[in-house]
């Protein structure tokens, strides 16, 4: 590396603490986030992909089988295949299969709503001629999804967490 290359990295280094950015799960499993998570019971979701959507939550959050949660995470899910891709013959030959959200995380201390928000995410399928792999295929991309959908739950959860924690 050159002096310059040094000096900006270092430059760098020193005005990174002043920007307000600071790690989301900052100090481990102590941290108030992870515990805030851990505080979060995930009620029941309708269908095989809120069974999917669930059992990613769970893997996600630390504490979903608490014993005194503090909230509980309300999911309604809205799964749809398209086809969009279509041949001279009317078939279909590309689908979009699409997984949205909303969930809503509810203090059981009241039932408040503290959040209430969607998240969602799509998948493109290619049909082929055998019917099999296209199902498979549909499949797949549900499982998927549902990791997609679980992940930007959690994260706007611990954002949330993460801002009721602030003094």
């Known amino acids: 590396m ?11 280094a020193m005005l990174l603490p002043g920007c307000g950015l600071r790690p989301l799960y900052g100090g481990g499993g102590g941290s108030g986030v992870v515990q805030a998570l851990g505080d979060v019971s995930i009620g029941p979701i309708a269908g095989r992909d809120g069974w999917l959507v669930r059992s990613a939550l769970q893997d996600r959050l630390p504490g979903a089988a608490s014993a ?5 995470l309300d999911v309604t899910l809205e799964d749809k295949i398209e086809g969009f891709g279509v041949r001279a013959d009317d078939a279909v030959t590309r689908e979009r299969r699409t997984l949205r959200a ?23 399928i290619d049909v082929v001629r055998s019917e099999y792999a296209t199902i498979a295929a549909e499949n797949s991309a549900l499982e998927r ?22 003094p």
């Open 145 to 166: 999804l549902a990791g997609e959908v679980a992940d930007q739950i959690v994260a706007r959860v611990a954002l949330f967490a993460s801002r009721q924690a602030k």
């Open 2 to 12: 050159t002096r310059w290359a040094l000096f900006a990295a270092a430059a760098l």
């Open 102 to 124: 909303r969930y809503q995380l509810v203090e059981l201390d009241g039932g408040t709503v503290v959040l209430d928000a969607t998240a969602g995410s799509d998948a493109g």
């Open 68 to 72: 005194q949660p503090r909230y509980r």
